[in-house]
């Protein structure tokens, strides 16, 4: 699981991290349990309107691209 959590760290600071950035925000690795990654959205994406569609369609999205094992991403 170690591992894992190092590449989906990896991913979130090359892939992910640059985007929500643009836009104010940044996102933090919370905990990988199970392929169940829970993270947490901070600065603007904290309290925009889309920030599930962000989680679902952006972040999920990207981490089971590049990350094998992931089943899910939610938000804490």
């Not at 349990?33 to 962000?54: F, H, I, N, Y």
């Amino acid at each position: 699981m170690c591992e894992m959590k190092k590449k989906i760290e990896e991913v979130i600071k090359k892939d992910i991290e640059p985007g929500l950035a643009a836009h104010g925000g940044s996102i933090e690795l919370v905990s990988v349990e199970d392929g169940v990654v829970k993270t947490r959205l901070k600065g603007a994406c904290s309290g925009c309107p889309s920030a599930q569609m962000t989680m679902k369609m952006g972040v999920e999205k990207i981490l089971r691209e590049k990350v094998e094992g992931i089943k899910e991403v939610i938000a804490v």
